[in-house]
């Protein structure tokens, strides 16, 4: 892609619109320092990154806010920065307007979330050369220059991966789960390893999954040994256990550990919650109000079985009626049997509600039930807590001293859970009356939802008081697993079984040991893979760094040399690696010497070149999507002699295809690079002013008549090369043509654009100099 031009408005030194179209080879920018030189080349780097190096690298990025809008712009208008480019012949614009702290892009007027070329951009080196940027290079910090340099190679992916790896294999950023199951195994083996008869066991662990057999082996020994018995070690955990139980029954007997609910048995009491209400609301509810739907059908069955009994009656004598024994005839006898179908047909009906009642009754039982396995799946969770209420002295003297606060959490635990015990059970009575009127409802003809309203409300209590009751003990759960293994020491204490202990915890816990084990060489594993890692990325960057870029930028530096140079010059790239990260060492050489650095041995103007020189490089060496070269005030500090030859270099990047824009304060060095170059045929632009508006700008000839007609002559005397002679001289008199009829262009950034034909739109200047500038913009 190449620049066709770029439009300012309202950013940094640009408050009114201006447009600069841009040469498709060299474009030279030439104003006194703090005129808005800089300005455009900020344009640029801030439309197509969103911000500029120089706010990038800022200590203090406050100091900056606001500086990109201009303060003279007036609202409700927005610093806006248009860039025309053209790729593969077709062009197209990109706008970037400032919204608050962020910038609204858009491509030929469409918003869009990120530029087309946005994965291309942030791989490419940034197509700038910046003054500011080549001091922060060169002058920062070795670890901190190590950072720029990989962002300047597109390393930036590449040393974030290696942060991220490295910190990642010091530290993982394991679950808190995780890290409480590696402390709990890891305090295990330390209280074994405290023990000296155990100490062999956890030497061997240590030793990783490789022996584990033999830690298995070696526990099983020492198990079978304290039994006394040789068992299988399937038996040998009962074993241990029972003799364990033994031991303590004689010091204190009972549990005061409260497991808390794990996640998948929360998780199944839900759903039984859940399920009891749905019986109430999606079973119970239907059900009572068919059977009170249907009692209205009762009666029915009263009736057939009146008319059944007239019809049995009738059968003995047809004209008497059976009932008040008056005469009937044909057509009344004739009714009762009608009667009777039609009353016979209806009782179909009504025995419905004989099987309603059963269902329901069915149902209601399965609540019952179901209430049942509700308490008894979250009371029976501490059912041995509250038998050791009998035993709280004995519990005092054997927690004493320190151990006292977990005399006072079982305590408070016992008398809160017994509280709420209490009130689960009451509720529990309530909702098993309500279930009872229920049921004794729905085997009665009723005439109202009372019965089944007071289930629903006795349930809901119910659930309520059961979730409390769940809290609670959550809640307490922690200290009284904690007060347990206070009072497990002491009882092994005092019952002499500690070996025991520790070998009954070693065979319960033998699973996650070998767990622990594979975690420990998955960690293992983790800083081998950091050590291959840090090699490799610093085998990367050192050949990048101290092998290929040390040989370009030293192929560019050279051009810059000048025959009276003293001996003292960049000779190469050194990087290391060190605990603080990576460092760029820049060496230095005088008269086949090495200095201690070039940061301490260079003059100020040789540091600038070598920036450059380390810019240039990157650029030309990796791929971009761009092929333009914006270049800021790169001469400063230079003399003469280094400026002429600076010259050579800009020449020589335009004829390897690099499209130049070059803005300098020092105009004399201009002159030199137009006259240097005067056969490329560029554009030349001066800012001899700056106003609240923003700076004119004019437009001059790229070189005089005089001189184009003094390089005609040269070559046309220059008869070594014959062929390509004549290729210049045709070449210079079609950029003399070119030049005298050159159209330059006036009206607003609004107006200046090119169309699909490449036919600038404007009002045509057709003299050799323009002016951009004043509300219109012209040039």
């Known amino acids: ?57 800022a200590d203090s990025k406050d100091e900056y806010r606001g500086a990109y809008r201009n303060i003279h712009l007036r609202e409700p208008a927005a610093p806006t920065v248009s860039v025309v480019l053209e790729d593969a012949a077709k062009s197209f614009e990109l706008q970037a307007t400032l919204s608050g702290s962020d910038a609204v892009l858009r491509v030929n007027g469409k918003v869009v979330p990120e530029w087309p070329f946005a994965a291309e951009l942030g791989r490419a080196p940034k197509p700038f050369i910046l003054q500011h940027a080549l001091k922060d290079l060169l002058l920062a910090a070795p670890v901190e220059r190590f950072t720029r340099f990989a962002a300047l190679l597109g390393f930036d992916e590449l040393t974030q991966v290696h942060k991220d790896l490295m910190a990642f294999c010091t530290k993982p950023p394991l679950p808190a789960s995780a890290r409480t199951f590696m402390a709990d195994i890891d305090s295990l083996l330390v209280k074994v390893d405290s023990e000296p008869e155990l100490a062999a066991i956890v030497k061997s662990i240590k030793k990783g999954l490789a022996q584990l057999p ?51 048995e929360l998780i199944g009491i839900d759903e039984d919650e859940t399920a009891l209400l749905a019986l109430v609301s999606s079973g119970a509810t239907p059900l009572f109000t068919r059977v009170l739907v249907e009692v209205a059908q009762h009666k029915i069955l009263q009736e057939a079985q009146f008319y059944g009994l007239g019809i049995d009656l009738l059968q003995r004598d047809k004209s008497v009626c059976p009932f008040c024994k008056r005469s009937l005839n044909e057509a009344e006898a004739d009714h009762i049997h009608i009667e009777h179908a039609n009353a016979v047909a209806r009782k179909q009906d009504a025995n419905a509600l004989e099987k309603s009642q059963a269902d329901l009754d069915v149902l209601l039982a399965d609540l019952g039930q179901r209430v049942g396995d509700y308490f008894k799946r979250i009371c029976s969770r501490f059912k041995a807590l509250l038998e050791v209420r009998d035993r709280m002295e004995q519990l005092r003297v054997l927690l004493s001293g320190e151990n006292e606060p977990h005399v006072v959490a079982i305590d408070e635990a016992i008398k809160k859970l017994d509280a709420k015990r209490s009130a689960f059970v009451a509720v529990g009575i309530e909702l098993r009356a309500a279930i009872q009127n229920a049921q004794a409802a729905a085997r009665q003809p009723i005439s109202d939802l009372v019965a089944l309203e007071t289930l629903g409300a006795a349930l809901a209590r119910y659930i309520a008081q059961g979730r409390d009751v769940r809290t609670v003990l959550g809640d307490r759960a922690g200290a009284l697993e904690t007060a347990q293994k206070a009072l497990n020491e002491q009882l092994t204490k005092a019952a002499g079984t500690r070996a025991i202990g520790l070998l009954i915890e070693l065979l319960e816990k033998e699973a996650k040991i070998e767990k622990r084990m594979r975690m420990t060489a998955l960690i293992e594993d983790l800083k081998q893979l950091k050590t291959s890692v840090d090699k490799f990325v610093t085998q990367v960057m050192l050949a990048a760094v101290s092998g290929e870029m040390a040989d370009e930028v030293m192929g560019w530096y050279k051009k810059i040399r000048t025959v009276g140079d003293p001996d003292v010059h960049f000779a190469g790239f050194d990087m290391k690696k060190t605990p603080q990260g990576g460092r760029v060492q820049i060496k230095a050489s005088s008269y086949g010497k090495d200095l201690v650095s070039a940061v301490s041995s260079l003059s100020e103007s040789k540091l600038n070149a070598l920036g450059l020189c380390i810019s240039i490089a990157v650029n030309l060496k990796e791929q971009s999507p761009f092929e333009f ?34 803005l300098s304060h ?45 390089t ?68």
Not at 240 to 251: F, N
Not at 727 to 733: A, D, G, P, S
Not at 757 to 768: A, D, K
Request: glycine share 10%.
């Open 214 to 264: 033999t830690t298995r082996s070696l526990i099983e020994r020492h198990a079978q040994k304290l039994v006394g018995i040789k068992t299988s070690n399937p038996d040998l955990l009962p074993a241990l256990m029972k003799k364990r139980d033994e031991a303590v029954a004689g010091v204190f007997q009972g549990s005061v550990a409260v497991s808390a609910f794990t996640g998948e």
């Open 629 to 662: 070269l914006i270049i800021d005030d790169p001469i400063q500090s230079w003399d003469k002699d280094h400026e002429l030859q600076f010259v050579s270099v800009i020449r020589e990047l335009v004829e390897r295809g690099k499209q130049i824009v070059l």
């Open 666 to 710: 020092n105009n004399e060095w201009i002159k030199q690079v137009r006259t240097g170059c005067a056969d490329l045929n560029g554009t030349y632009y001066e800012i001899t002013g700056y106003l609240e508006s923003g700076p004119p700008i004019k437009i001059l000839p790229w070189v005089e008549p005089k001189q184009r007609l003094h």
């Open 712 to 779: 005609i002559r040269a070559i046309a005397e220059d008869q070594s090369e014959p062929p390509r002679d004549c290729r210049r001289l045709q070449q210079m008199r079609r950029w003399s043509h070119e030049e005298r009829g050159k159209e330059v262009f006036a009206g607003s950034a609004g107006t200046s654009r090119t169309d699909g034909g490449g036919t600038r739109r404007g009002v045509p200047v057709t003299m050799g100099v323009g002016v951009l500038g004043g509300s219109q913009d012209r040039l």
């Open 1 to 57: 892609m190449k620049l066709k031009e770029i439009t300012l408005q309202g950013f940094r030194g640009f408050n009114e619109a201006r447009t600069i179209p841009i040469n498709d080879r060299l474009t030279l920018v030439s104003a006194p320092n703090s005129h808005g030189k800089t300005s455009v080349s900020e344009g640029f780097e801030w439309l197509l990154y969103g911000t500029t190096s120089k706010v990038e690298t």
